[in-house]
């Protein structure tokens, strides 16, 4: 029998990871992708696979399936993402998020909420962007993050991606409160900066929480407090920090 769970929270020792599950994970802030997976395997000690990562410094929905499931890993794949986070006006980052220093400081005084709502816009619908060159697109069999950490060239070509809705909830500045539904494959963090530079004072992606994977929201995902509890230890993770302390 597979399990699935992601229309209600079942109780893990209902999920049979051999036979073949669908496992919802909040990923802590922090924390690597690779590392929590590699972490599932050593408690379930089954076949896994997963739906797509999250970057260190965000956090929120993973899926992860196992045993026969992971033959549905294509479809989760491709499935729309929603995202809630913050955008830092002001201030640009090489890694367009925390990951890096912020540097070249600009003034934003100019710059209004009503400013902002007239740029959202060029936004929405199908768009172009380019992805940061701190990224795990492959370029020569390796990620280019890994290039552009050497200062080698990167070459990177515009993809083609759809917004569905980007929504300003609040309007803190220099931060700026979102929500994004996107399509698969979309980089919050190019928003974040080409966001910046269609205001003309620079950005970069502050917090950001994956708050749904198609039909599979968030609320349902399995805590690594509530995993560790279950499977009786815990994992001991690199944590990765941010640059300057985030509020």
Not at 70 to 79: A, D
Not at 133 to 159: D, F, N, T, W
Not at 207 to 234: K, M, Q
């Amino acid at each position: 029998m597979v399990y699935l769970a992601h229309a209600m929270k079942i109780e893990i020792s209902a999920l049979n990871f051999n036979e073949g599950a669908m496992l919802l994970l909040d990923k802590p802030y922090g924390w690597t992708s690779f590392g929590l997976v590699t972490q599932l395997k050593k408690w379930t000690k089954a076949k896994i696979g997963h739906a797509g990562t999250l970057d260190p410094l965000a956090d929120g929905l993973m899926i992860c399936c196992t045993g026969k499931f992971t033959k549905k890993l294509t479809e989760l794949i491709g499935q729309d993402k929603e995202y809630t986070g913050i955008i830092h006006l002001g201030e640009i980052t090489p890694t367009y998020d925390l990951e890096s220093f912020p540097e070249n400081e600009k003034d934003i005084s100019a710059i209004t909420e009503e400013s902002i709502h007239h740029i959202l816009p060029q936004f929405i619908g199908s768009i172009q962007q380019f992805p940061p060159i701190h990224s795990a697109i492959k370029q020569g069999g390796k990620p280019v993050y890994e290039l552009a950490r050497k200062g080698e060239e990167v070459i990177l070509k515009p993809r083609d991606v759809i917004i569905y809705t980007f929504q300003i909830e609040q309007c803190k500045l220099p931060d700026l409160y979102f929500r994004i539904r996107c399509s698969s494959g979309t980089y919050i963090r190019s928003i974040a900066h080409d966001l910046g530079q269609a205001l003309g004072c620079g950005a970069y992606l502050k917090r950001l929480t994956r708050t749904a994977i198609g039909e599979h929201r968030l609320e349902n995902a399995y805590s690594v407090d509530e995993l560790s509890a279950f499977f009786g230890s815990r994992m001991n993770a690199k944590i990765i920090q941010p640059k300057v302390p985030v509020n």
